[in-house]
T-cell receptor, first 111, second 113 residues
Framework: QQKVQQSPESLIVPEGAMTSLNCTFSDSASQYFAWYRQHSGKAPKALMSIFSNGEKEEGRFTIHLNKASLHFSLHIRDSQPSDSALYLCAVKSGSFNKLTFGAGTRLAVCP | GGIITQTPKFLIGQEGQKLTLKCQQNFNHDTMYWYRQDSGKGLRLIYYSITENDLQKGDLSEGYDASREKKSSFSLTVTSAQKNEMAVFLC????????????FGPGTRLLVL
């Protein structure tokens, strides 16, 4: 059964800093890797996703995947207080769209 | 765009009570999901429905029933609420069972006294 783990559990960074969040998975046949962001009391919302090894950048956010290492990460450049949220990584393996989520990293960006 | 509505927002129940949570989506998506979110444990899949009239158990289905009444609605029943239980139940939908992005509702917060 797929195991997905996130690190760190929580993180406090100053405004303007680079933030790095990590996610490891156990199934080497996994096909889809995503980050979701959940502001307090709100619905989780898909942030970015990637299917193949490498890097993908969208604005201040970059996702990096290394399937051989069973690891992917999210990097936030110039972190803003509005980025403060719970970040959940999700991995899909198998033919059906069943996502396995990590426990989350709680990020606080201080002005 | 579309929206997922979950009712009620807050649910307080008694031990042993049967409790029903409702979810509606207007995306016209085929597939719907119910997740449970506990602090420090991420999201765990309870039930999902690939299309109208379909029902599949997830990893955490024991103690729950689900019903896909029509394409736009998916209900979850806690068959016997456990004392001191506290969790958020999230409903989600996706275009179909192959599309990866899931769209979530704001959740129902459950507290059992």
């Amino acid at each position: 059964q797929q195991k997905v783990q996130q690190s760190p559990e929580s993180l406090i960074v100053p405004e303007g800093a680079m933030t790095s969040l990590n996610c490891t998975f156990s199934d080497s046949a996994s096909q889809y890797f995503a980050w979701y962001r959940q502001h307090s009391g709100k619905a989780p919302k898909a942030l970015m996703s990637i299917f193949s090894n490498g890097e993908k950048e969208e604005g201040r956010f970059t996702i990096h995947l290394n399937k051989a290492s069973l690891h992917f990460s999210l990097h936030i450049r110039d972190s803003q207080p509005s980025d403060s949220a719970l970040y959940l990584c999700a991995v899909k393996s198998g033919s059906f769209n069943k996502l396995t989520f990590g426990a989350g990293t709680r990020l606080a960006v201080c002005p | 765009g579309g929206i997922i509505t979950q009712t009620p927002k807050f649910l307080i129940g008694q031990e042993g009570q049967k409790l029903t949570l409702k979810c509606q989506q207007n995306f016209n998506h085929d597939t719907m999901y119910w997740y449970r979110q506990d602090s420090g444990k991420g999201l765990r899949l309870i039930y999902y429905s690939i299309t109208e009239n379909d029902l599949q158990k997830g990893d955490l289905s024991e103690g729950y029933d689900a019903s896909r009444e029509k394409k736009s609605s998916f209900s979850l029943t806690v068959t016997s609420a456990q004392k001191n239980e506290m969790a958020v139940f999230l409903c989600a939908s996706s275009i179909d069972g192959n599309q990866d992005t899931q769209y979530f509702g704001p959740g129902t917060r459950l507290l059992v006294l």
